[in-house]
Antibody, heavy 121, light 110 residues
């Protein structure tokens, strides 16, 4: 059974940094692309970033490009999201999401429970 | 841009419901696949995949859910709505990055 467990969320001041982790299990980790999707309180879904199975290819939403970095550690089966220069509008529940292919296909077949990031002074 | 209508829907049990999703450009790729997906987020839960590539039901999805459409216009239909179908339905395109979701359609039971 696929399991995705996010951690690292919390309260951070504007301009600060936070690193999210997603521990993956139940599948061959480096075979599938991984993504982060966020949901601001009471709002819809927003894709944030994706990384290919090998880690060689990454993509970002325009709203986070240059501030967020997605990476993965195949030895630990963990996906990371390093978030810098955080803004109030980054406040959201961040979901770790498994893709169905090695590339960022958008076929999101498994979702974690999410970790909450709050950016506030 | 992905535009979903209606914003909300109230349906009596056993009746059908349809949700429209329109893309600002064609979602048909050169590989012949159309990169349009439907997700459902039930209250208090993480989203889950319902339909992939327009009309294919994901594993475990009841056959009362069906997807149709082509190019830029797509529809999710729920036949014989049940109480467990309440939640927010999202369409999503992944033909290009950034991947984008529709604004969501909230389905309630009368």
């Amino acid at each position: 059974e696929v399991q995705l467990v996010e951690s690292g969320g919390g309260l951070v001041q504007p301009g600060g940094s936070l690193s999210l982790s997603c521990a993956a299990s139940g599948f061959t980790f480096n075979t599938y692309a991984m993504n982060w999707v966020r949901q601001a309180p009471g709002k819809g879904l927003e894709w944030v970033a994706g990384i290919s199975g090998s880690g060689a290819s990454t993509n970002y939403a325009d709203s986070v490009k240059g501030r967020f970095t997605i990476s993965r550690d195949k030895s630990k089966n963990i996906v990371y999201l390093q978030m810098n220069s955080l803004r109030a509008e980054d406040t959201a529940l961040y979901y770790c999401v498994k893709d169905h292919e090695w590339w960022i296909r958008g076929w999101f077949d498994s979702w974690g429970q999410g970790t909450l990031v709050t950016v506030s002074s | 841009v992905m535009t979903q209508t209606p914003l909300s829907l109230s349906v009596a049990p056993g009746q059908s419901a349809s949700i429209s999703c329109k893309s600002s450009h064609s979602l048909l790729r050169s590989d012949g696949k159309t990169y349009l997906y439907w997700y459902l987020q039930k209250p208090g839960q993480s989203p889950r995949l319902l339909i992939y590539e327009v009309s294919n039901r994901f594993s475990g999805v009841p056959d009362r859910f069906s997807g149709s459409g082509s190019g830029t216009d797509f529809t999710l239909k729920i036949s014989r709505v049940e109480a467990e179908d309440v939640g927010v339905y999202y369409c999503m395109q992944s033909i290009e990055v950034p991947i984008t979701f529709g604004g969501g359609t909230k389905v309630e039971i009368k």
